[in-house]
């Protein structure tokens, strides 16, 4: 029985370990992610930097925070959002080495 669990358990992993590759795995929220890597940005900062519209970019911003990929600050009416945590840059960072490797 306990086997079962450990196989039940591991298989969740898997399941969140493959969701979460899946949210990484989309251009639009890569850009965004590398955007927030320089410092915490807004919904206009960031449509303007790529080139999108901020309902676009809100709809994206919901899932990486869903996700727990990023976090967001309120300050009056404006809203800042940020790399979540360290991991998020180191990822990020690693995969780009990998990729860049020859």
Do not use: W
Request: with cysteine; aromatic share 6%; net charge positive.
């Amino acid at each position: 029985m306990k086997e079962t669990k450990k196989e039940i358990s591991d298989y969740n992993l898997i399941t969140d370990l493959s969701d979460f590759f899946k949210i990484l795995g989309d251009s639009t929220r890569l850009q965004i992610l590398m955007s927030l890597q320089n410092g915490e940005l807004c919904v206009s900062s960031l449509s303007n930097k790529l080139n999108m519209t901020p309902s676009a970019i809100s709809h994206q911003l919901k899932s990486l925070r869903t996700a727990k990929l990023v976090k967001v600050r309120k300050k009056g009416k404006n809203a800042y959002y940020a790399l979540n945590d360290d991991h998020i840059e180191k990822i990020l960072n690693l995969s780009f080495e990998h990729i860049n490797e020859k």
